[in-house]
C-alpha cells in the first residue's frame, strides 16, 4: 500500500498524473479548468454530447469559467471532453461531480452517481483514487459507492483510493471560486485521505481539510447547507410576522448586523434556489428516518421555505386589491428568475415558483431577467423579454422583484411601475417609495 500511496504522490508532484472528472456542469467545468490549469492532462466526461463538443471547441457555457482560459488549455491539449467511459482507463484520479437532485416524492435521487460508478468500474487499474463531490447522504461513499467499485475485484485500500470531498461551488461569488476555497477531504482509509488531498493541494491555492471518514465530509457539506437553510427559514418567518406588525424587517437586519459578534446576517425572500441550500436538508431527512429520527427543526424551516413563494403570491394579490384590480387577468412583470443576482443560474429558482403560483390565478405573467432569456420548466419553455423597456414596465399592473440583478435600472423601474412589490430589497437605494412595498 505504502508503494502504491507513494507512486500516486510522486505523479501528481510531478504532474504526470492524467486527471479525469466526471459531469461537466457548474461543479465539474470549473474543476477540470483548475486540474488542466495546473498543468495536468485533463479529461472530462459527460454523457450529453452538446456538452462535450462545446468543451472541445473551447465554447464555455459556466459563469464561473474564465473563457480565454478554457480557450487556452484546450488550445494546448491539457483538457479534452469525451463521451466515452473506456478513456477512464487512462486516467489516474477520476472526480464524480454528476447531479443529485430529489424525485418527485422529495427523496434523493442517486441514480446519476451509481451509472458514474458503474461506467468507471470496468475501467478501472491499480494505483487509481476516485472522489465523489457531489452532495448527498451521510453513507453514500461507504455503503453506494464502495460496493459498487469493488466489483472491478481491486480492493479499495489495498489496490485503489477512494474518498469524499464536497464541492463547494458558489456561482457568482465574486471573492471565491473553485481555486481559492478550501477543501474538506474524508477517505475509507487514512491513506485514501491523504492520496486525495495530494491530489487537491496540487491543484488548489486553498487550505485542505482532512477528516476521519467519508460520512464525516458528507454531514460536513450538509451541516453547511442545512445551517443556511435554518437560518433564512427564520428570517423569512420573521419577515412574515414583521409584515403583520407593521415593521420593516430588511431594517431590522441591518440593525441586528451591527453587531460585531454572535450574529451573522441572513435576508428572507420569495423562497430558496440553486442545487445544494433547497435540497440538502431533505437528504438528511431521508437518511435520519432510518434511525427512527426526526429533524423537527429542519424540517420546519423547509416548511417555511417552501411556503414562501405561495405567500408572495398572497402578497401580490393583496397588492392589486388595493388598486381594485383581480390577480385574475391582471399582467404581473416578474424581474429576475435566477435563483441569486448575477448569474443565469435558474435551478430550483422559487421565481419559477412565484411565476407558476401567478398564472394559476389567472395572471398573464411576463418576464425580464438579463441574464436569462428563456427557461424550461416542467417540460414547458417560457421565453422573457429581451429588453425592459419603460413601455413594458407601464403596461404591467404590478412589477415583482425575484432576483436582485445588479444591472437592473431600478429607478426607471420605480418611475414607471404603478406598484412594486420588491422581494428582495433590490431598490432599497431609490429614493421615491411610494409605489414600493417589501417582502
Known sequence: METLVHNLRDKLLKKTATLGVVGLGYVGLPLAVEKA?????????????????????????????VNEDLKEIVKSKLLSATTDFAQVAQADCVCICVPTPLDEYQQPDISYVKASAESIVPYMHKDMLIVLEST??????????????????????EDFFLAFSPERVDPGNLIYKTKNT???????????TEVA???YESILEAPIHRVSSPAVAEMEKILENTYRNVNIGLVNELAILSNK???NFWEVV????????????????????????????????????????????????????????????????KI??????????????????????????????PALAVIEGLENEGAEVVFFDPYVLEYRNHGKVKKGEYELTQELIESADLVIVTTAHTMVDYEFVQQHAKAIFDTKNAMTDVKNRENIELL
Open 37 to 65: 490549469k495546473a498543468g495536468f492532462k485533463t479529461i472530462g466526461f459527460d454523457v450529453q454530447e452538446p456538452k462535450v463538443d462545446m468543451v472541445n471547441s473551447g465554447i464555455n457555457y459556466i459563469g464561473d469559467v
Open 136 to 157: 448527498t447522504y451521510p453513507g453514500t461513499t461507504e455503503e453506494l459507492l464502495l460496493p459498487i467499485l469493488e466489483k472491478s475485484g481491486l480492493k479499495c485500500g
Open 182 to 192: 478550501p477543501k474538506v477531504v474524508g477517505g475509507i482509509t487514512p491513506e485514501c
Open 197 to 199: 488531498a495530494a491530489l
Open 245 to 247: 406588525m407593521g415593521i
Open 254 to 317: 441591518d440593525a441586528a448586523k451591527s453587531k460585531p459578534y454572535g450574529f451573522q446576517a441572513f435576508y428572507p425572500g420569495p423562497g430558496l434556489g440553486g442545487h445544494c441550500i433547497p435540497l440538502d436538508p431533505y437528504y438528511l431527512s431521508w437518511k435520519a428516518r432510518e434511525y427512527g429520527f426526526h429533524t423537527s427543526m429542519i424540517e420546519a424551516s423547509m416548511m417555511v421555505n417552501d411556503r414562501m413563494p405561495e405567500y408572495c403570491v398572497e402578497r401580490a394579490s
Open 320 to 349: 392589486l386589491n388595493r388598486f381594485k384590480k383581480a390577480i385574475n387577468g391582471s399582467k404581473v412583470l416578474v424581474l429576475g428568475v435566477a435563483y441569486k443576482q448575477d448569474i443565469e443560474d435558474y435551478r430550483e429558482s
